[in-house]
Nanobody, 128 residues
Framework: QVQLVESGGRLVQAGDSLRLSCAAS????????AAWFRQASGKEREFVAV???????YYADSVKGRFTISRDNAESTVYLQMDSLKPEDTAVYYC??????????????????????WGKGTLVTVSS
């Protein structure tokens, strides 16, 4: 069992920056692919970014160049640095990990059903 707890979400203005954190309950999370997804009100959950065990990363086109995913294995924490935020980034952001055998490519982690454990989410609201 892996427990994930997201934090850092809050109300910000367009153009601001924000860093989300995802703390894992197990130190072995460093072995797994970890991703951020988001779900805006009334919309389906969508992939945002992923970092695999060898720190390869992959991003949704909508956030590429603005968001950066990283991990601190010593702290069992995954981060999402979000810059140049836009109102359309408003959503609940979820952290997820895959404990089943890893995919070869970071880009293979974009489907929700690829992930095995999820956090409860943290709300990011970007005002215009």
């Amino acid at each position: 069992q892996v427990q994930l707890v997201e934090s850092g979400g809050r109300l910000v203005q367009a153009g601001d920056s924000l860093r989300l954190s995802c703390a894992a309950s197990v130190s072995t999370v460093s072995r797994y692919g970890a991703a951020w997804f988001r779900q805006a009100s009334g919309k389906e959950r969508e992939f945002v970014a992923v970092i695999n065990a060898v720190t390869n990363t992959y991003y949704a086109d909508s956030v590429k160049g603005r968001f950066t995913i990283s991990r601190d294995n010593a702290e069992s924490t995954v981060y999402l640095q979000m810059d140049s935020l836009k109102p359309e980034d408003t959503a609940v952001y979820y952290c997820a990990v895959r404990t089943r055998p890893s995919y070869r490519l970071a880009s293979d982690y974009t489907a929700s059903n690829a992930m095995d454990y999820w956090g409860k989410g943290t709300l990011v609201t970007v005002s215009s």
